[in-house]
């Protein structure tokens, strides 16, 4: 195991980017994914664990909370959170600290994912794609640094009474809109969607895309199919697809990423 451990999650790319940027600038870390059960929760000879997630529906993705949940970590290790988001956000740091206390904490916003609800330039503060992924890689090498100085945040985390009511709500929401996705005519059954999700929630049946109910809105099936095929209703059909580009399909399905 390395020194330094950053478990991520990431749907579309952009906590995985920034996960990839600290740790290269931290050097002697593994990035242990949580898109699926981490492969390692063990971790307790770790000098630094840190968390990079996103904010969905105003809190953690899928099962993340779960997973965190078993995650031994050593009572002397540093401990930081890193959030990413459109706007807000959340209560997905707070109820990390509540399971493994941060000493470090900060969230860097960034382009809008979740392109059935927002189209992805839907951020604060409002930039393209290319003037946020500049900003994100500002503040990772800001970040980094900090953690290398075992830097402690002075403000204290606030339990987002606001976000827990609407993430409780979020998973209903979901799958909801999870039964309106489907693949149009453009489709050429390359299996990207399949390969991509991290729930097992899309498979094939014939030359049909089916997609079951297990769906948590990461969205990658849409932001990463080739063919721009595969849409939530009509609402995604207009809007301009969006996924961090330094990450591929192949990045987000590794279980360990070290440097």
């Known amino acids: 195991m390395k020194e330094n451990v950053i478990f991520c999650y990431s749907g579309t790319g952009n906590c995985l980017d920034m996960a990839k940027n600290i740790a290269k600038r931290l050097g002697n870390t593994d990035i242990i994914m949580m898109r699926k059960y981490p492969a390692v929760t063990d971790v307790r000879e770790a000098k630094r664990v840190g968390f990079v997630v996103p904010c969905y529906g105003g809190g953690l993705p899928g099962y993340v909370e779960r997973y965190i949940r078993d995650i031994k970590v050593s009572p002397d290790a540093y401990t930081f959170g890193i959030g990413q988001c459109a706007a807000y956000k959340g209560e997905g740091l707070s109820k990390i600290n509540s399971i493994i206390p941060l000493k470090y904490w900060a ?60 993430h409780a709500a979020w998973p209903k929401i979901a799958r909801k809109k999870g039964q309106t996705l489907k693949a149009n005519d453009n489709c050429i ?71």
């Open 107 to 166: 969230v860097v916003t960034h382009q809008c994912t979740c392109i059935w609800l927002f189209p992805h330039d839907l951020m604060m503060p409002k930039m393209g794609a290319k003037e946020a992924q500049a900003r994100s890689e500002f503040f990772a090498e800001k970040i980094a640094k900090d953690i290398k100085n075992n830097a402690t945040t002075r403000k204290k985390l606030s339990k987002a009474i606001i976000n827990k009511a609407e």
């Open 189 to 259: 059954m390359c299996g990207t969607c399949a390969k991509v999700c991290p729930t097992g929630n899309i498979r094939y049946a014939g030359k049909a895309v089916v997609f079951s109910d297990k769906c948590i809105s990461c969205c990658a099936c849409v932001q990463y199919c080739p063919q721009e095929a595969i849409n939530f209703g009509k609402i995604t059909e207009k809007r301009e697809r969006y996924h961090n580009v330094n990450i591929t399909v192949d990045d987000l399905n590794q279980e360990i990423i070290s440097f």
